[in-house]
C-alpha cells in the first residue's frame, strides 16, 4: 500500500530512484524522502497535522481559478485549465489578455465548452477543472492574463503568460558556422602591473582587447558573483551571496571617476609606503583576500565620503538603485549589517549567527537599522553601482575589439546557507535542505555542497520571477551564459538536514518552463548559452538541451569512445557545444600528465585506500598512451615526441599540440585555460577540499603584460585562430 509519505513526494518531484555511477538502479528510502518533505516545511512527524495541512493545500489549489504562471512557446496555443465551483462553469466569462507592451486583448469563453480534466469537492461545493483554448497568438514576451465575470470589477483569476523563443539565442557569425576560440580564466587570477593584487574589471578590459588582436572572440569568467567583503577569506565564486549582484574584489579603485577627481586620494595612493604594499599584494602567489580587501575597501570608504557626483552621475547612480529595486537594497543592507557587527567584534560569517533582531530581511527591526545608517547602506549602492560599470565598460571593450561573443559569465548553482539570497527570500528556499550529489566512484559517501536549493512549488508561486531575474542579471554586460551543472533545471540532488549525502534524493524542476524563460532573456539579451552538462546526465535531457539551443560542454579528458577506451577526435564532437581540454575543477595539463593531482590527493586524504590510488594511476597511465596514438594519429605533433609514453613529459610542443588539436574540432566553441598556455602545474581547485588546499586563491604565473609580449604564446593563438577558421569551412 503506498503510503501518504510516498504519494506526497511523487506529488512533489521526488524520485523514487536513479541511476546511480555505476549504471546500476537506486532506490531512494521512504526516510528520505520524509526527510526532504520535511524541508520543504511538511509536518512529516505529525500524521494528523499533514493530513490537514495536504487537504489544506488541495483546496487552495482548487479555489486558484489559474495556475499562477504559464510558459507556451512561439506558435504553441494557449491552452489554459480553468478551476472553478460548479456553478459558474456554465457562465460566459470575460478574458483579457495585457500584453507586455500595453496591449490587450479580450474574449470569451465559457468553460464547459473546453474539456473537463478534473473534478474536486469540498463538503457540499464541487469544483470543476476544464481545458480552454484561447484564440490568440502573443509575440514572445511577457503577458498578463485575466479572468473575470460580466459586471464584476473584481477578477475571477490572474496569471502570468510567458510566450517563449522555440531555441536560445545565437550570434549570427556562430549560427551560421563560424568556429571560435577564447582563453578562460578565474578573473581573480589574474597578474598585471596596475591591479591591487587581485584582477580586476580593468584587467579583464585589457585581456579581452590584447586576446581579440590574438584572434579570441570570447574570455570565459569565473562566476563573479557577490561574496562577502567584510569576510573575505569566503572566497569561493561557487559559493556566493547573491548570484544577482557583483563581487566588490573586482572593483578598479584607481579608474573610479570620483577617485580620479580626488587629488588627495591620488597622493596617497602614490606614496611609496602605498605603492610597496600594492606592490606585495601583487607578488604574492596567492590572493592574500584579508589584505586585498582590507585595502580595498578602506580607499573606497574615503572615495565615497569625500565624493561630490555631477548631476549626470547622481542621476546615473539613482536610476541604477531604483533598476536594482528591493534586490539591491537586500544587497546592500545585508553587507552594511555584516561590516558594522564585524567592527563590533562579532564573528557574523553569515545571517544565522546575526542578533535575532537581523535574522531575516522583513524584520521590522532591519528596516529600522537601515534608517538609522543610511550612509553605510548607501555606500554599498555605490560600489554596486561602480563594479556594473567597470563590468559594461569591459564588454564594449571587447565589443569594439571585434569578437563575435565578447565575455562569456558563469552562473553558480547556488548561494551558501549565509547568504544574502537565502536572509532575504526565506520562503523560496529550504535552508534545512543542502544542494551535493550521490555516492560515486571517488566520492563513496556522496558530496554536500553546503548550498539550500529552492523549493519549486514557491518558485512556480512566485510566477518563476526569481529565475526571470537571476538569468537576466546574469546576461548583463556579456555576450555568453555559461549555466554550471545545466542539471540543475531539471533535477538536483537534495542532501536531508544532518545526514551523509548517500541518503539524498533527486527533487525534480520544471525544466521545460525554465529553458523557455531562459531561451526568453537569452534573445532579449542577445545572449548564447552553454550548459555544463558533466557528470551524470539522465536519459533524453541531452535531447532537450540540444533542442532548447544549449551548447553542451565537451572536455577532453572525457571525451572517450565506449568501446576501445581511445580518445574520440574532436572532429566527431558534437558542433552545438564548447570544447575544452581542462576545466576549473581538474588538474592543469602539465599537472594532469605529470600525475601531480594524484600525487596532491593521496597527500590530502581524497582517496578510501591504496588501491584505488593504484588503480587511478594505472588508468592515467593508459589514458596518456591513448592520448598520444591520437596526437600522432592526427598529426598534430612531430616525431621528436615518442610515440611510448614511458619518454614523454610535458613540454611546450606537446601542450600547444593538444590545444591545436582541439582547435581543428567540430564545437562551435573552443575554451583554452591561461593557465595552460603558461604550462603550470597547480590547479585552482580541488574537488572535495576547503580548508586542506588553498582552492580559489592560487594566481597566474605570469602579468598579463609579459602574456601578451610573448611572441611563442602569439604563435599559438595564431595557430589556433587558423585551426578554428579551416574547422568552419
Not at 466569462?93 to 469540498?122: K, N, R, S, Y
Not at 529600522?368 to 571593450?397: G, K, M, N, P, S
Not at 540532488?493 to 534524493?505: I, L, M, R, T, Y
Not at 590547479?683 to 609580449?709: C, H, M, Q
Request: glycine share 8%.
Amino acid at each position: 500500500m503506498t503510503t501518504l509519505i510516498e504519494q506526497l513526494a511523487a506529488a512533489k518531484g521526488i524520485a523514487s530512484e536513479y541511476v546511480d555511477a555505476w549504471g546500476n538502479p537506486a532506490l531512494v528510502s521512504e526516510e528520505s524522502k520524509a526527510a526532504m518533505l520535511g524541508a520543504m516545511g511538511y509536518r512529516v512527524d505529525d500524521d494528523a497535522a499533514l493530513t490537514a495541512q495536504l487537504e489544506e493545500e488541495h483546496k487552495l489549489q482548487w479555489l486558484r481559478p489559474l495556475d499562477p504562471v504559464m510558459v507556451v512557446r512561439t506558435g504553441e496555443p494557449i491552452a489554459l485549465e480553468v478551476r472553478l465551483p460548479i456553478e459558474y462553469v456554465n457562465d460566459a466569462l470575460t478574458w483579457t489578455l495585457t500584453l507586455e507592451e500595453g496591449e490587450a486583448l479580450a474574449g470569451h469563453l465559457t468553460p464547459i465548452d473546453g474539456e473537463l480534466v478534473g473534478v474536486a469537492q469540498f463538503g457540499e461545493m464541487e469544483c470543476q477543472a476544464y481545458r480552454v483554448t484561447l484564440p490568440v497568438e502573443p509575440a514572445m514576451g511577457y503577458h498578463q492574463l485575466t479572468l473575470g465575470e460580466e459586471g464584476n470589477d473584481e477578477p475571477l483569476g490572474q496569471m502570468r503568460l510567458i510566450v517563449a523563443p522555440k531555441a536560445c539565442y545565437k550570434q549570427a557569425a556562430i549560427a551560421n558556422g563560424r568556429k571560435v576560440w577564447g582563453p578562460s580564466v578565474q578573473l581573480y587570477c589574474l597578474r598585471s602591473r596596475h591591479n591591487w593584487g587581485i584582477g580586476d574589471f580593468s584587467d579583464l578590459g585589457q585581456l579581452v582587447e590584447k586576446a581579440a588582436l590574438w584572434g579570441a572572440h570570447f574570455v570565459g569568467l569565473n562566476p563573479i558573483h557577490a561574496l562577502y567583503p567584510s569576510n573575505p577569506e569566503s572566497a569561493s565564486p561557487y559559493s556566493p551571496s547573491s548570484r544577482r549582484w557583483l563581487n566588490l574584489a573586482y572593483i578598479d579603485v584607481e579608474a573610479l571617476p570620483e577617485f580620479q577627481a580626488n587629488a588627495a586620494l591620488k597622493a596617497e595612493v602614490a606614496t611609496a609606503a602605498f605603492q610597496q604594499k600594492l606592490a606585495e599584494l601583487r607578488a604574492k602567489e596567492y590572493v592574500d583576500y584579508t589584505a586585498v580587501i582590507a585595502t580595498k575597501m578602506a580607499m573606497l570608504q574615503k572615495v565615497f565620503a569625500q565624493a561630490t557626483l555631477s548631476e549626470e552621475r547622481r542621476a546615473a547612480l539613482d536610476a541604477f538603485v531604483a533598476a536594482g529595486g528591493d534586490s539591491l537594497r537586500q544587497q546592500a543592507a545585508f553587507d552594511a549589517i555584516q561590516a558594522h557587527l564585524y567592527a563590533q567584534g562579532e564573528n557574523a560569517w553569515g545571517w544565522p549567527v546575526w542578533p535575532d533582531a537581523l535574522k531575516d530581511y522583513h524584520n521590522p527591526q532591519v528596516d529600522e537599522w537601515i534608517a538609522a545608517h543610511e550612509q553605510e547602506v548607501a555606500f554599498y549602492l555605490y560600489l554596486q553601482f561602480v563594479a556594473d560599470e567597470q563590468l559594461a565598460a569591459a564588454d564594449q571593450r571587447a565589443k569594439r575589439a571585434g569578437m563575435v561573443m565578447g565575455i562569456y559569465r558563469d552562473l553558480a548553482v547556488g548561494v551558501s546557507e549565509g547568504s544574502t539570497e537565502i536572509w532575504a527570500n526565506r520562503d523560496l528556499y529550504c535552508p534545512k535542505a543542502s544542494v551535493g550529489a550521490p555516492p560515486d566512484i571517488l566520492g563513496p559517501l556522496g558530496q554536500n555542497w553546503g548550498l539550500p536549493p529552492m523549493n519549486p512549488s514557491k518558485l512556480f508561486d512566485a510566477a518563476y520571477q526569481p529565475m526571470i531575474d537571476l538569468f537576466r542579471s546574469n546576461m548583463r554586460s556579456c555576450g555568453a551564459l555559461r549555466i554550471d551543472h545545466v542539471m540543475a533545471l531539471l533535477r538536483l540532488w537534495w542532501v536531508p538536514p544532518g545526514e551523509s549525502a548517500a541518503k539524498g534524493a533527486y527533487i525534480y524542476y520544471p525544466v521545460h518552463d525554465l529553458l523557455g524563460i531562459l531561451a526568453l532573456e537569452s534573445h532579449r539579451n542577445h545572449c548564447l548559452i552553454i550548459g555544463e552538462d558533466l557528470g551524470t546526465v539522465p536519459e533524453g535531457i541531452d535531447v532537450t538541451l540540444k533542442e532548447n539551443g544549449v551548447h553542451s560542454y565537451k572536455v577532453f579528458f572525457f571525451e572517450r569512445s565506449k568501446a576501445d577506451g581511445g580518445f574520440l577526435s574532436p572532429t566527431h564532437y558534437a558542433e552545438q557545444a564548447m570544447s575544452a581540454l581542462t576545466t576549473h575543477d581538474m588538474p592543469t595539463l602539465k599537472g594532469f600528465w605529470h600525475c601531480d593531482d594524484l600525487a596532491l590527493g593521496k597527500q590530502l586524504g581524497l582517496y578510501p585506500d591504496e588501491q584505488v590510488l593504484a588503480r587511478l594511476y594505472a588508468d592515467r597511465h593508459e589514458a596518456k598512451q591513448r592520448i598520444l596514438d591520437s596526437l600522432h594519429g592526427h598529426r598534430v605533433i612531430s616525431d621528436s615526441i615518442s610515440k611510448d609514453v614511458n619518454w614523454v613529459g610535458m613540454n611546450t610542443e606537446l601542450n600547444h599540440g593538444m590545444q591545436i588539436h582541439m582547435s581543428r574540432g567540430n564545437c562551435a566553441l573552443f575554451s583554452t585555460q591561461l593557465e595552460d598556455w603558461l604550462e603550470m602545474d597547480k590547479p585552482v581547485n580541488v574537488p572535495g577540499t576547503s580548508s586542506e588546499y588553498p582552492n580559489w586563491r592560487r594566481k597566474l604565473s605570469r602579468d598579463l603584460e609579459d602574456i601578451f609580449a610573448d611572441e611563442a604564446l602569439k604563435g599559438l593563438a595564431q595557430h589556433m585562430s587558423r585551426a578554428r577558421d579551416e574547422a568552419g569551412r
